[in-house]
């Protein structure tokens, strides 16, 4: 368990559709950053959070939102889903100042139908 | 200037040799060079990192060579071993303030028996 929490684990739904991923960083972390990997791709970098806000955005969709929330843990918002957007969804967590490298959750993976 | 260059794509070793992967960045404001492994279906996890002014760091079987002037790392795994089969990100960071990871393409290892 590495201390960052996603959730659900594994997510089917359809074209059109909404859904809510979620994640809790590890105690104490204050940044959270989401990243989508399709499949044998890279991590790509969708946004980040610091201490509940916008920090940095990177390749993300204008149908993709997220939020950073008082209690640290953040959501991310995909709506109108297509099929490209099935992937595996990664938070990860990191530390204030001083410290390098990213904690990661185990991914939400989401398969559009 | 954000790039970091990762080589090769893809690596077949044989069991008990050396692997050796490649990364290149530009921005000479980068301070922390980590590496994740990544097994399918997991999130990646932080392996060995390095500071600038070291040139080697050395944790078990996996050794980062780091040399400044030419702004390359490189990850080695001695004796690899057939558990070691992932995909291995390098990646680069400034640290302090909110930092953002620049992430590597990926390097995925195969070590056969």
């Known amino acids: 368990d590495s201390g960052v929490t996603q959730t659900p684990k594994h997510l089917i739904t359809a074209t059109g559709q909404r859904v809510t991923l979620r994640c809790s960083p590890r105690?104490?972390?204050?940044?959270v950053y989401w990243y989508q990997q399709s499949l044998d791709q890279g991590l790509q970098f969708l946004i980040q959070y610091y201490n509940g806000e916008e920090r940095a955005k990177g390749n993300i969709l204008e149908r993709f939102s997220a939020q950073q929330f008082p209690d640290l843990h953040s959501e991310l918002n995909l709506s109108s889903l297509e099929l490209g957007d099935s992937a595996l969804y990664f938070c990860?967590?990191?530390?204030?100042?001083?410290?390098?490298?990213?904690?990661f959750g185990s991914g939400t993976r989401l398969t559009v139908v | 200037q954000q790039q970091v260059k990762q080589s090769p794509q893809s690596l077949i070793v044989q069991k008990g040799g050396i692997s050796i992967i490649n990364c290149a960045y530009e921005n000479t404001a980068f301070d922390y060079f980590p590496w994740y492994q990544q097994f399918p279906g997991k999130g990646p996890a932080l392996l060995i990192a390095?500071?600038?002014?070291?040139s080697e760091k050395k944790e078990g079987r996996f050794t980062i060579s780091f040399n400044k002037s030419a702004k390359q790392f490189s990850l080695h795994i001695m004796d690899s071993q057939p558990g070691d089969s992932a995909t291995y990100f390098c990646a680069a960071e400034t640290i302090g303030g909110y930092q953002k990871v620049t992430f590597g393409t990926g390097t995925k290892l195969q070590v056969i028996p």
């Open positions: 990860a967590s990191s530390a204030s100042t001083g410290m390098g490298g990213y904690t």
């Open positions: 390095i500071r600038p002014d070291v």
């Open positions: 105690s104490g972390d204050l940044s």
